[in-house]
């Protein structure tokens, strides 16, 4: 009897240490306050902010790293205006290129396909319909209005503003027009040459921004 | 004893016809969703035949699903209005001319046209001039085709089957485990009735005979119980080393999320890149968590999953659609989506997502660095992300992890002119062509902790 009772509270205490490693829950940690920042961390929950959230939506006005403020507005007018009047600012050049098909693949491809016909993967599954190929007769996409629609967005297809930057975009809007021409027979277009004043605006202006940047640009001649 | 006998096979009786009446029970379930099953085909047969007027709905469809579905849903309301039955409410005539050139009917000053344009918000619909009065006819026939029945009864007869197999299986257990426990009760009772004879007819049993404790003969004997002690302290030193190392490391760590979001449906059947979503993996140090605009991206139109009927559905036994349709709708309601007039209320809530990935503030890590410059694929560090219906944390994240995959990893030098210089005159240094991060002083302290 007493054999019993030494075996079952054994067991239960075997219970007790094995059902602490809860895959819900962290292990212990030797410095806690090593995991727990003092500073505040990024989507971090805090007091001082409004509900508690630290992602906060930027102040109105601001102009985020990467981009310069976009002057057609988000209306069926604003759309006709860039499309006859944007252009890609962004030389045409085989790095260029090559850097807008990569960031296609991420982000385009999945809807729009690998050539830009309208069957991509989530076409291909019947999960998002109705894609048109970049050649649609009734659209006529323009590299203005395309970068129009990635930047707003239109319709089911969301804006794709929060997950590039300008320049990001119009490296996509390179290759885009690129497929366009593909599905039309048409001949490629020859690449431009490296040194356009505009492209070396842009990215000024994104150096002038990235701090980070900057730094390892100085830690690089300082070597 | 003549009583106990009784009681003893009256129980028997009463088990045997327990585990005859259980395991005829479970063919008859068997047998009820086997009809089940076949009255759920013939209907979902019954249901899915063209309803054709005057057009071919199979035809429609393709060129539905290639022109109009951007927009429109048979029945619900999308960018533009629901189009089942469409034919009852618009006259013909008015549909060649509206989906033909729907701007030149509005400018003709057509009152229907133009109530419909401020309806959705002078939102204007595309042009179609490539499409024929035939093609018309077909898109018209496939709106026309009335919704499924929702397949549920068909998929729980399914179930039912799959469930039918398992109960019987569970039953023939049960009645293996019950004839067990009789048989260890009748060589009880055998034994008992024995004994009982035993002492009637009066046969001596044997009687243990007390010996010298175990426990006593091993305190005595000295050296067992220097080595025993000896081989407690070391292997009490081995697994209290364990459980120390084992402090502050989150690997399996698996922690409940507010939305259930299925990497193994994202990331794995749908193939979306994985920065498709985490898009500052490339540029920051941090991999986000995507704001809740980027999954209405494609939530804007997918506001339920496939049914198991799809082919290219991923719904499971333990994850239905049910199951998954109010995960969506979770989500609609944090983005504040309002689904019957296709617009955003305004009125957000935030998703509180559990981190899972956490180092402390000594070790500096940057997911660009890794992601960008180094092309390191998001599962070396992550593991099979695309296998997971709930994400878990796969690696380990201590020091020496990190050291490991540096000390063997070559760096990534083509194409980065950046790298030219020192790569030179390193690999003069050590003899090599190729370079690990740990050549390239990866293994340094201040490279990461500072």
């Known amino acids: 009897m007493k054999n019993s009772i030494k075996i079952v509270s054994s067991l239960v205490m075997l219970v007790l240490i094995v059902s602490c490693q809860d895959k819900d829950y962290r292990n212990y940690e030797y410095m806690p306050n090593m995991y727990e920042e003092i500073s505040y961390e990024a989507y971090g929950k805090y007091d001082v902010f409004p509900n508690q959230m630290e992602a906060m939506h930027p102040v109105e006005g601001s102009v985020s790293r990467g981009w310069m403020p976009y002057e057609y507005p988000n209306s069926t007018e604003g759309y006709q205006e860039a499309k006859a009047n944007l252009t890609n600012p962004v030389p045409y050049t085989e790095d260029n290129l090559n850097e807008g098909k990569g960031l296609y693949t991420i982000y385009c491809a999945i809807c729009h396909g690998d050539k830009g016909d309208g069957k991509g993967t989530l076409a291909e599954r019947e999960k998002i319909l109705g894609i048109p190929a970049y050649n649609d007769q009734g659209r006529a996409i323009t590299a203005g209005s395309v970068y129009h629609v990635m930047y707003y967005g239109l319709n089911t297809m969301g804006s794709y503003a929060t997950q590039t930057t300008e320049r990001e975009l119009w490296l996509i809007n390179h290759y885009v027009m690129d497929l366009k021409d593909a599905l039309d027979g048409k001949p490629k277009r020859a690449f431009e040459d490296e040194t356009t004043t505009q492209e070396e605006a842009l990215v000024e202006q994104e150096e002038m921004t990235d701090e980070g940047q900057v730094m390892s640009e100085e830690a690089q001649t300082e070597e | ?450």
Request: proline letters at 4%; charged letters at 20%.
């Open chain 2, 1 to 450: 004893m003549k009583q106990g006998k009784n009681l003893n096979s009256a129980s028997r009786f009463s088990l045997i016809t327990l585990a005859l009446l259980l395991s005829f029970s479970s063919y008859v379930f068997a047998q009820e969703d086997s009809t089940a099953t076949a009255d759920a085909a013939g209907a979902a047969e019954s249901e899915t035949s063209p309803a054709a007027q005057g057009g071919d709905a199979a035809a429609g469809k393709a060129l539905f699903n290639a022109n109009c579905a951007a927009c429109h849903k048979l029945y619900d309301r999308a960018t533009g209005p629901a189009l089942y039955n469409v034919t009852e409410r618009r006259d013909r005539e008015w549909l060649y001319r509206w989906i033909k050139n729907n701007k030149e009917l509005r400018d003709s000053g057509d009152p229907e046209a133009i109530a419909i344009y401020n309806e959705y918000s002078q939102k204007a619909m595309n042009i179609f001039p490539q499409l024929s009065n035939a093609d018309i006819d077909d898109i018209l026939a496939y709106t026309n085709t009335p919704k499924p029945e929702p397949v549920a009864p068909a998929d729980q007869a399914g179930g039912g089957g799959g469930a039918g197999g398992g109960v019987s299986s569970t039953i023939i257990l049960a009645i293996l485990a019950i004839v067990l426990v009789m048989l260890v009760a009748v060589l009880f009772l055998v034994n008992n009735t024995l004994r009982k004879f035993a002492v009637a007819q009066g046969v001596e049993l044997p009687v243990k005979e007390s010996r010298k404790p175990i426990w006593k003969t091993f305190v005595e004997n000295q050296f067992l119980v220097l080595v025993s002690v000896i081989v407690l302290l070391l292997g009490g030193a081995y697994f209290a080393y364990g459980w120390m190392m084992q402090v502050g490391v989150d690997q399996g760590y698996e922690p409940i999320q507010p939305i259930h979001y299925s990497h193994r449906i994202h990331a794995g059947d749908n193939q979306i890149e994985c920065k498709y979503c985490h898009s500052s993996a490339r540029t920051s140090k941090h991999s986000g968590i995507p704001s809740l605009n980027v999954c209405m991206n494609c939530h804007k139109s997918i506001s339920e999953v496939a049914d198991a009927t799809s082919d290219y559905s991923s719904v499971t036994e333990d994850y239905t659609k049910e199951f998954y349709d109010k995960e969506i709708q979770k989500l609609y309601k944090a983005v504040g989506w309002d689904q019957a007039t296709q617009s955003y209320t305004g009125e957000t809530q935030a998703v509180e997502w559990v981190r899972i990935h956490n180092l402390p503030d000594f070790a500096y890590f940057n997911h660009s660095q890794h992601v960008s410059v180094a092309g390191v694929q998001c599962q070396t560090c992550h593991g099979p992300v695309e296998e997971m219906e709930v994400m878990y944390q796969y690696a380990p994240l201590t020091m020496g992890w990190c050291i490991n995959c540096h000390r063997e990893t070559n760096v990534k030098m083509d194409g980065n002119p950046y790298y030219e210089k020192i790569h030179e005159e390193l690999s003069k240094k050590y003899g090599v062509e190729e370079l690990t991060a740990a050549q390239m002083g990866g293994l340094e302290c201040g490279k990461c902790h500072y």
